[in-house]
């Protein structure tokens, strides 16, 4: 791939310049590199160009704002400092999101101009020390003075997927070919490759991979490239969306065994992921029964589910932060970026809702992810099958966490152990029109007929903490059957 190039950044300038006038997604400076002022324009012409559908904004150093004429500039961002801080960092910090803008340094006859490219705004308004700012004309203003501007925005805001928005522009149809790992999404849908490069590039723009310009060149969309891309460090806006697998000594962070971050897309790249992890996790032998056989200390399916998982709903406009696996010697975390889109409590029976619609629908047709809502119920059934420890969701503020333990006796669960295991026990049973008994529940967790009263106690903990209710109060304690505390 091509990065942004001179050339590329000398016409873009000279086709800025033609203007008539600066306007809501454009700005000219001649030196004025007031750092305050330069957060403003961020906010205000990433708002604005979503509001006039455009991919990007610019702030161009060197350009007389009267009449559009190249005077050059003295300004340099890569050497401007807040204090000991930065500038490029000390803006970052304070925008809400902290969005992807890039300054370039270019010369054009002999003259030194400076871009500034700022990405509209996805998702929610740009904001700037807190502040949500837009363009009315050439001029900044506060969004909440404008509430009819805020209310377009907001619309439009509803209407731009991530999946589609451009994750490289201007790039030829070599490029294109180059950058995406193509032959395998024909694999996976179990389709031919299609014969030439125009029908290979058609079948793309059928699935919103990539899309041309009125120009002949190409994009590849967000889509392609986090799930067909190479190389994800080739898209330096998803770059940090590789998903990252750590493996550390004990039950803390203080030694790290190991580290991988997989930077192919994820449709290409999930199968490595899974081979990797599961690598990582011990196996022993079970004697159970006639037949010898090796288990993992986790069960894949629940790993592959949960790691589809976290792809499917993390918030791409959280930057920074991806997908990350974090195994401990008794335990696994999965987390993504993005408060969960429906309460923590409810994931095993309530209808997932995606931020990533395509996203998620692709990788369910190409076998990576289960379908719609059946995902997490494997996952808790899985457990249940092995008497493992109940699976804990988090909502850590910004991030959604699953966490899996590894097998533990009963006697060494503590009280909210057994409570979480029983709900869920509970939830399985409901999904299934069933309802759950002293007999289910007994077997969930291994105890022998002659030991009932032990599940009786765990049922009366669950009771008093309010997991489950009771089916019929009026049944007797031996036929009582029990529901989820929210299916009653």
């Known amino acids: 791939m091509k990065n942004i190039n001179e050339e590329y950044l000398v016409s873009l300038v000279k086709e800025l310049c033609k203007l008539p006038k600066e306007c809501e997604w454009v700005e000219f400076k001649h030196n004025n590199p007031n750092k305050q002022d330069i957060g403003e324009y961020i906010s205000a012409l990433s708002n604005s160009a979503t509001l006039v559908g455009k991919a990007t904004a610019y702030v161009v150093w060197g350009i007389d704002d009267k009449n559009h004429e190249i005077v050059g500039t003295s300004f340099d961002p890569f050497m401007e400092k807040v204090g000991n801080e930065e500038l490029e960092n000390w803006l970052l910090q304070r925008l809400n999101p902290k969005l992807h803008f890039r300054f370039f340094r270019i010369q054009i006859d002999e003259k030194t101009i400076i871009i500034l490219e700022i990405p509209a705004a996805f998702k929610h308004p740009t904001s700037f020390q807190r502040e949500e700012l837009i363009r009315?004309?050439?001029?900044?203003?506060?969004?909440?003075?404008?509430?009819?501007?805020?209310?377009?925005?907001?619309?439009?805001?509803?209407?731009?997927?991530?999946?589609?928005?451009?994750?490289?522009?201007?790039?030829?149809?070599?490029?294109?070919?180059?950058?995406?790992?193509?032959?395998?999404?024909?694999?996976?849908?179990?389709?031919?490759?299609?014969?030439?490069?125009?029908a290979i590039l058609s079948a793309l723009k059928d699935e919103d991979f990539i899309w041309q310009d009125d120009a002949g060149f190409y994009a590849i969309t967000n889509l392609g490239a986090i799930l067909f891309a190479k190389d994800l460090n080739q898209f330096k806006m998803l770059s940090r969306k590789a998903v990252r697998?750590?493996?550390?000594?004990?039950?803390?962070?203080?030694?790290?065994?190991?580290?991988?971050?997989?930077?192919?897309?994820?449709?290409?790249?999930?199968?490595?992921?899974?081979?990797?992890?599961?690598?990582?996790?011990?196996?022993?032998?079970?004697?159970?029964?006639?037949?010898?056989?090796?288990?993992?200390?986790?069960?894949?399916?629940?790993?592959?589910?949960?790691?589809?998982?976290?792809?499917?709903?993390?918030?791409?406009?959280?930057?920074?932060?991806?997908?990350?696996?974090?195994?401990?010697?008794?335990?696994?975390?999965?987390?993504?970026?993005?408060?969960?889109?429906?309460?923590?409590?409810?994931?095993?029976?309530?209808?997932?809702?995606?931020?990533?619609?395509?996203?998620?629908?692709?990788?369910?047709?190409?076998?990576?992810?289960?379908?719609?809502?059946?995902?997490?119920?494997?996952?808790?059934?899985?457990?249940?099958?092995?008497?493992?420890?109940?699976?804990?969701?988090?909502?850590?503020?910004?991030?959604?966490?699953?966490?899996?333990?590894?097998?533990?006796?009963?006697?060494?669960?503590?009280?909210?152990?057994?409570?979480?295991?029983?709900?869920?026990?509970?939830?399985?049973?409901y999904i299934e029109r069933d309802y759950m008994s002293n007999s289910s529940l007994r077997q969930r967790f291994g105890i022998e007929e002659r030991n009932s009263s032990m599940v009786s106690r765990i049922i009366k903990d669950a009771l008093e903490a309010k997991a489950i209710v009771p089916y019929d109060n009026s049944a007797s304690k031996k036929f009582m059957k029990y529901l989820p505390w929210w299916a009653k």
């Open 245 to 429: 697998i750590i493996q550390y000594r004990g039950d803390n962070k203080i030694k790290t065994l190991r580290e991988q971050v997989n930077y192919k897309g994820y449709a290409i790249g999930f199968k490595s992921i899974i081979d990797f992890i599961m690598t990582l996790i011990p196996s022993q032998e079970s004697i159970d029964s006639p037949i010898r056989k090796t288990e993992t200390l986790f069960p894949e399916l629940a790993i592959r589910e949960l790691v589809a998982n976290a792809i499917i709903h993390q918030d791409f406009t959280e930057t920074g932060t991806g997908v990350m696996v974090e195994l401990y010697d008794t335990r696994i975390e999965i987390s993504n970026p993005g408060c969960p889109l429906v309460n923590i409590e409810r994931f095993l029976d309530t209808p997932p809702k995606s931020r990533n619609e395509k996203l998620a629908s692709l990788m369910r047709r190409m076998g990576i992810c289960e379908e719609r809502g059946s995902g997490i119920d494997k996952v808790v059934m899985e457990i249940e099958l092995r008497q493992l420890p109940a699976p804990i969701f988090e909502a850590p503020e910004g991030f959604t966490r699953s966490v899996l333990f590894s097998y533990r006796k009963l006697r060494n669960l503590t009280k909210q152990d057994r409570n979480r295991a029983t709900y869920f026990h509970a939830c399985l049973k």
């Open 136 to 198: 009315v004309g050439s001029y900044r203003k506060k969004m909440k003075d404008f509430q009819e501007k805020e209310r377009e925005l907001w619309r439009a805001l509803d209407k731009t997927p991530f999946e589609v928005m451009p994750a490289v522009e201007r790039i030829s149809a070599t490029d294109v070919l180059d950058l995406l790992d193509y032959p395998s999404y024909f694999d996976l849908l179990k389709q031919p490759l299609p014969d030439g490069r125009e």
